[in-house]
């Protein structure tokens, strides 16, 4: 642990595709924040997603790596969304210790009609649907799941309205994405993209203190809160919500600067970083183990020149088998 003036002085900085955790005393607070750099430029440029889903599925994947690295045991954390808009699934999973991975889905005619209707919004591209974070601890543990509705808000606000209805945590999420224009070593143009993000709790040691003023009713509903926000809380989402794109995808501004920014006459304190890397749980035994349960009729219809292949949709490594692995000749 090391103040952080310490550290931007001695240590340097913990640089791209590391979740730095951090904590400021004086207002109860603790989070994490994060750029992605060359892991989230490798996975999107993979499976060349169109620019407007680029942008959703790099937003899925900086809340995973916030949320997931938080994870004290070995298992999986998934952020996955499911809705009627051109882009119908998000899944971004962490794996402990450190494996990263996201996947979109989404139907290019309905994706250009979009664009061209001038709906190429977040909020519209994802449509009405579900967003559901999962907890998986393996073994005999039952994974736990929550789910929040999917209603036109942006996946930043979607998931302070999970943390406020599942978790009872006050807090503040800001995420952002950039397309970098740069040139490599021959002077040829090249794009690349970066995202980050940052996640702050409020956990004061008084519970009560965590409360939170009541969600609207619904109609009829007078508007009048049943309580004032707790001080400090009001004053950390303040310095939350002041953080622009540029500071979060900046490689030149960095975690540590941006925390020194917001919090440092408070004093806030910074937690070694936490690297995460693009790497797919996928493997040539899992999707045979898959293949093994399908029937004769199944792997007769999933073979195509003498061989059945499988690609990941994550990492879009293709795995070949013969038929006769699985008795079928």
Known sequence: MQNLETQLGELGFAGDDMVVPFQVDALDVRGRTVQLGPLLDTMLARHAYPEPVARLLAEAVVLTALIGTSLKFEGKFTVQTKGDGPVDLLVADFSTPDALRGYARFDQAALDAAIEAGKSEPEALLG???????????????????????????????????????????????????????????????????????????????????????????????????????????????????????EMTDPEVGAERLLYRLFHERGVTVYPAHGVYDRCSCSREKIRDVLGAFTAEELAESTENGKITVTCEFCSTAYEYAPEEFGQD
């Open 128 to 246: 009405r649907g579900v967003l559901a974070f999962t907890i998986d601890q393996g073994g005999f543990m039952q994974p736990y799941q929550g789910i929040v509705e999917l209603d036109g808000r942006s996946l930043e606000e979607i998931a302070m309205a999970y943390f406020r209805q599942s978790e009872q945590i006050p807090t503040a999420v800001r995420l952002g994405v950039a397309k970098l224009f740069s040139r490599d070593e021959d002077g040829q143009p090249r794009e690349s993209w970066r995202a980050g993000g940052l996640v702050a709790q409020f956990l004061p040691q008084e519970p009560e203190r965590m409360r939170q003023p009541d969600l609207h009713g619904g109609d009829g509903d007078d508007g009048v809160l049943s309580h004032d926000p707790d001080d400090a809380w009001s004053e950390a989402r303040a310095m939350v919500e002041t953080i622009d794109l540029d």
